[in-house]
């Protein structure tokens, strides 16, 4: 019996290695949570490594979004969390201004998780909020991190300025509510989500401090 050629016998390997060194590593990046693309959406019908994303209810762990305003100490789990705003609304300016608040997200993991790998993607859904800084996607609108106790930071303008009057107002309808989802993954396992949070904006007149 003849034997291959040997030139057919090192295309296969040839493939064989191709294989392995770029395909494989190519899809197997998929099944991390960081690596979750624009075009794809935060929802449980997307496939990612040929698994439909899973909504919290039917996840392997319960891992939810945490939020901590900077200057401040303790981390927040909550499905709604209320966003203390300056009211600014007796304040006369001459020109377009804006009130920035910055909160760090991350997720809060079970101890069955704390010493694994656990990456996230966070996406914000209402108006004047972005992410900035490391870990930014989407235009401001999705942040990832490779670990699920490393934070991003979401920046809210909590004020809007009426050109009619040209005065700056703060507002607390549901029109301005904010809310975050994020897909999370442990090691090569399927993308799960979380629950999401809502931020509500709530209005504090500012005379009410100086009148103390």
Same mark, same amino acid.
């Given at each position: 019996?003849?034997s291959p050629?040997r030139?057919? =016998?090192?295309? +296969?390997?040839m493939?064989?290695f191709l294989?392995i060194?770029i395909i #494989?590593?190519a ?13 794809l /959406?935060l929802?449980?019908e997307?496939i990612v490594?040929?698994?439909p994303?899973?909504p919290?209810?039917d996840a392997e762990?319960e ?8 200057g401040?100490?303790? *981390?927040t ?5 209320? #966003? %203390?705003t300056?009211?600014?609304?007796d ?5 377009a201004t804006?009130? =920035?608040q910055? #909160?760090?997200?991350?997720? +809060? &993991?079970p101890p069955?998780?704390? %010493?694994?790998? &656990?990456?996230y993607?966070?996406?914000v859904?209402?108006?004047h ?8 996607m989407?235009?401001?609108k999705?942040?990832?991190? +490779? ?6 930071v979401l920046q809210?303008?909590t004020s809007?300025?009426s050109?009619e009057?040209d005065?700056?107002t703060?507002?607390e ?5 904010i809310?975050?989802?994020?897909? *999370?993954a442990h ?6 989500l979380?629950?999401?949070?809502t931020i509500k ?8 401090g100086e /009148? %103390?």
């Amino acid at each position: 019996m003849l034997s291959p050629p040997r030139s057919s =016998i090192l295309e +296969r390997w040839m493939f064989y290695f191709l294989f392995i060194g770029i395909i #494989l590593p190519a899809s197997s990046v998929h099944g991390y949570a960081s690596w979750l693309k624009c075009f794809l /959406e935060l929802d449980e019908e997307e496939i990612v490594m040929h698994h439909p994303m899973k909504p919290p209810q039917d996840a392997e762990y319960e891992v939810f979004l945490e939020i901590q305003p900077y200057g401040e100490s303790t *981390w927040t789990v909550a499905d709604e969390y209320t #966003l %203390l705003t300056t009211s600014s609304k007796d304040v006369t300016t001459t020109s377009a201004t804006s009130t =920035i608040q910055s #909160l760090k997200v991350r997720l +809060r &993991v079970p101890p069955a998780l704390k %010493l694994e790998e &656990v990456q996230y993607v966070v996406e914000v859904q209402g108006p004047h909020a972005v992410f900035v800084d490391l870990g930014v996607m989407c235009d401001g609108k999705r942040a990832f991190s +490779r670990s699920y106790d490393e934070h991003v930071v979401l920046q809210i303008n909590t004020s809007t300025t009426s050109e009619e009057n040209d005065t700056t107002t703060t507002t607390e309808d549901d029109n301005n509510d904010i809310r975050l989802l994020a897909g *999370w993954a442990h090691t090569y396992g399927p993308v799960s989500l979380t629950q999401t949070m809502t931020i509500k904006q709530k209005a504090v007149d500012s005379k009410i401090g100086e /009148e %103390l």
